[in-house]
């Protein structure tokens, strides 16, 4: 069994962790849109849950991640001087 990850591996693990946090975020969104719409088309429900916020809190944190495992990426290409993530 190996104890170790490279960089590359660690990098795509956390890049997927981050867009599992993000869609988590986008899911509670849209139930959220769906429970707030409900009486609009007439179906009566008892109360909303105040949960929009964690929504956005946990769409924010995936895409924080996300984006500081591409900032983490280019840096690494920068200081090893590949030159593949220069545009």
Sequence with gaps: MRVRMTPTEFRRSMDGFGLAI??????????????????????RSEATPPEAFQGLVLIALGGGLRLLVRIDKRLAGDLLGTGENVR
């Design 22 to 43: 993000m869609l988590l975020g986008y899911a509670l969104l849209g139930v959220m849109f769906v429970v707030t719409v409900m009486p609009l088309f007439g179906i």
